[in-house]
């Protein structure tokens, strides 16, 4: 069993252990245990037990980062590619959060005690941004003096969509169409330039 | 002083009774000794503790509106003084998160038990936003074909410098620029038309 015991193994075992103890309760033998190992073995990837509730984390948001990196070089015009790419982000984090709540609750513990690794998840979804801008500034479509600057003011106007502090909000009738606003307003704003 | 106890004192006080007791412990007979009063005195202005927790929620919630609805009548063009409105809300909202985190953690609990009370409040900002915005379309700045769902769009792509789930955001280095990057992103997007 040892042998086929690889990091991914781990960390899949980890959130189940997670979301049946809470964040709270859950420790690093409760996932030995879970995966009929010696708590050794655990350590022999993850040093610590913070290690492993970092890794965990890590690969809880880089889920919904999944599939976002390639809608960047989609070959649509930058225009659309943007609207794709925050509307893909928008239902990642949706279906996260309304999906499985009590598995989202309990991330939201974790994110808020690994604050190195989402500000590295923030840093990965500007760089996306960012990479689309460019190319509207490139293609003509879009006007600023600066990519970067301008694509963290489009992804902090629209935290409503994505920051788990606004989960409340996601579900209601008119979530789509307010999205939908918010978006418009700023392809709009990035096409004139600020 | 039976016969001077208004609403209006009794709210002063019931702020400072929170501020003392916490939201989970301060009670109306808290309240009532503070003021010297019996608590059937306090009763009869506000006719349970919810309708009083309600009432000095509003308060607190119309004390971070003043000063902004002159704002919106303000003699400068409509895109300055959609500037202006924002920026003096931010201001408004952080004064209150850091100058008196003790009182605005308290206020925060106030605040999610009284969601009809939250909910006027955002209706009076929106208010506002559309007026400036109807303004700017008159005046030709703005091009929209419903003020009141672009305005709505402007408040959701703002979230991050007035909804208190971001007040930790609130203070570092870059949150005026970055405040400013998103403000002037929405003011070009309002020029063309989403």
Redesign the interface.
């Known amino acids: 069993m040892a042998e086929a015991l690889t990091a991914e193994t781990i960390l899949g075992t980890t959130e189940d252990v997670l979301r049946r103890f809470g964040p709270a309760k859950a420790t690093v033998v409760d996932v030995a245990r879970a995966l009929g190992v010696s708590h050794g073995s655990v350590y022999r990837h993850f040093p610590t037990k913070a290690a492993l509730r970092e890794a965990v984390t890590q690969r809880w948001l880089d889920r919904a980062h999944a599939g976002l990196a390639e809608l960047v070089t989609a070959p649509t015009d930058p225009p659309q590619r943007l609207r794709d790419w925050l509307a893909a982000l928008f239902e990642a984090k949706r279906r996260k959060a309304l999906g499985d709540p009590e598995l989202f609750a309990t991330f939201q513990v974790l994110v808020a005690e690994n604050s190195r690794v989402v500000a590295a998840h923030v840093a990965a979804m500007v760089d996306d941004l960012t990479e689309i801008v460019r190319s509207g500034v490139d293609s003509g479509h879009f006007t600023t003096a600066d990519p970067r600057?301008?694509a963290?003011?489009?992804f902090?106007?629209?935290?409503?969509y994505h920051?788990p502090?606004?989960a409340s909000d996601w579900s209601g009738p008119d979530a789509d169409?307010?999205f939908d606003?918010?978006v418009?307003?700023?392809?709009?704003?990035?096409?004139?330039?600020?």
Do not use: E, I, N, Q
């Open positions: 600057r301008t963290r003011a489009v902090h106007a629209t935290a409503r920051d502090a606004h169409d307010a606003a918010v418009s307003l700023l392809v709009a704003g990035l096409r004139t330039g600020a």
